[in-house]
């Protein structure tokens, strides 16, 4: 299977400057494995991370699907509840 290593440090400007922005906003956890891979493009990037704050904050979810939608932006896959 075919691994993608994840952008550690960024070379650009652009990319320091975000990742400083989600280091600041992450609660700790600093700047997520799914979105240092994601930083080989910087637009999709951005716009996963737009994608996320709106699923998280902007949308009236469910207990439910609102802990679906988090493990999946987290994972990239869905975990059922038992």
């Known amino acids: 299977m075919a691994v993608v290593s994840g952008v550690e440090e960024p ?3 652009e990319l320091r400057e975000f990742y400083a922005r989600l280091e600041k906003g992450s609660g700790g956890l600093g700047v997520l494995n799914i979105l240092k891979v994601m930083a080989h493009s910087p637009k999709l990037m951005r716009a996963w991370v737009r994608m996320g704050t709106i699923a998280l904050t902007g949308l009236e979810l469910s207990g ?3 802990n679906l ?3 999946y932006l987290l994972t990239g896959r869905f975990k059922r509840a038992v």
Do not use: D, G, H, I
Request: charged fraction near 10%; aromatic fraction near 12%; avoid cysteine.
């Open 69 to 71: 939608v988090t493990n």
């Open 64 to 66: 439910y699907l609102s």
């Open 11 to 13: 070379q650009t400007e």
